[in-house]
């Protein structure tokens, strides 16, 4: 049990569905992260919550929408997705922006 | 060059082995993280440090400000430490990965 909740696990959708990935934590920290991780290469940076306000966009593709309700909250939501994009979408979470970070186990998410 | 190089990318190891595993990099840190990935994909932090040493069970992060570097070390290795470990930076709000060392551990 990591303290940071992602639903759902697995994910297959085709490239004109729309869908959510969900991250939940109730650790009492005030920053959220999304990260992709493609086979073979390092975790990509994508979106960083602090405080609910969202702080960094890593010139992610507008298809990738996140949303931050509060602060134990976080969604991506996806549509229109390509091929490319599929990957592991790890959530993250941390008392203050810069510190030690929780990990979620991951949204293994497929495009047909 | 990448910021964060990590080595080596794979390693076999036998059980009861010692592990080193490295992490160099080439632009100023606030900290550096090393984290665990098992099969499956969930991540778990290991260490957040930002000078010296720590140690935790049989695992030992090690971290040289001044030659840029941190090293993971893993004494009498067990087969349940088969992973990828990744060695993150952190300067203020960046944060930087390393592409991951694989482990392998055979009984």
């Known amino acids: 049990e990591t303290g940071v909740t992602q639903t759902p696990r697995h994910l297959v959708m085709g490239m004109t569905n729309k869908k959510s990935l969900k991250c939940e934590q109730h650790l009492g920290h005030n920053a959220m992260y999304w990260y992709k991780q493609s086979a073979k290469k390092p975790l990509e940076l994508m979106f960083v919550y602090n405080f609910k306000e969202q702080t960094e966009n890593n010139s992610v593709p507008s298809r990738f929408s996140p949303e931050c309700p509060n602060s134990s909250h976080l969604f991506l939501h996806l549509h229109t997705l390509q091929p490319e994009d599929s990957a592991l979408y790890l959530c993250?979470?941390?008392?203050?922006?810069?510190?030690?970070?929780?990990f979620g186990d991951g949204t293994r998410l497929s495009i047909l | 060059k990448n910021e964060v190089e990590q080595s080596p990318q794979n390693l076999t190891a036998q059980e009861g082995e010692f592990i080193t595993i490295n992490c160099s990099y080439s632009?100023?840190?606030?900290?550096l993280h090393w984290l665990q990935q098992h099969p499956g994909g969930g991540i778990v932090s290991l260490f957040m440090l930002s000078s010296g040493k720590k140690k935790h069970g049989r695992l030992i992060a090690t971290i040289n400000i001044q030659e840029k570097h941190s090293s993971l070390h893993i004494t009498a290795s067990h087969p349940r430490d088969s992973a990828v470990y990744i060695c993150a930076l952190y300067n203020n709000n960046d944060m930087r990965f390393g592409a991951g060392t694989r482990l392998t551990v055979k009984p």
């Open positions: 632009v100023g840190i606030s900290a």
């Open positions: 993250a979470s941390s008392q203050s922006r810069g510190g030690p970070q929780h």
